[in-house]
Nanobody, 121 residues
């Protein structure tokens, strides 16, 4: 059984920063790509950032230059450093990861439950 747990969300003022964490636990052989998504009220879930197994990253244009995805491979954890937050960054932030639970099992996609980020003065 594999589980992803996000943490680090909260209420912040515009211009401030937050750092989200996504910890994977359970039976894990390897973790391939890890992703952050977000969903604002009344809107579809949108992709925010990706990081692969060797640390290469991609960020959505809407967050480029403000958000940075990273990972600690030894701890099976991904992070999203969010700087210069704007009200439009408000939403439920989800972690997604492609995880191989054992050498002989096909990698599967797992999702966390999400952590709420609210940017408001």
């Amino acid at each position: 059984q594999v589980q992803l747990v996000e943490s680090g969300g909260g209420l912040v003022q515009p211009g401030r920063s937050l750092r989200l964490s996504c910890a994977a636990s359970g039976t894990i052989f390897s973790i391939n790509n890890m992703y952050w998504y977000r969903q604002a009220p009344g809107k579809q879930r949108e992709w925010v950032a990706s990081i692969n197994s060797v640390g290469s990253t991609i960020h959505a244009d809407s967050v480029k230059g403000r958000f940075t995805i990273s990972r600690d491979t030894a701890k099976n954890t991904a992070f999203l450093q969010m700087n210069s937050l704007k009200p439009e960054d408000t939403g439920l932030y989800f972690c997604n990861a492609v995880i191989q639970s054992s050498r002989f099992v096909t990698p599967a996609s797992y999702w966390g439950q999400g952590t709420q980020v609210t940017v408001s003065s």
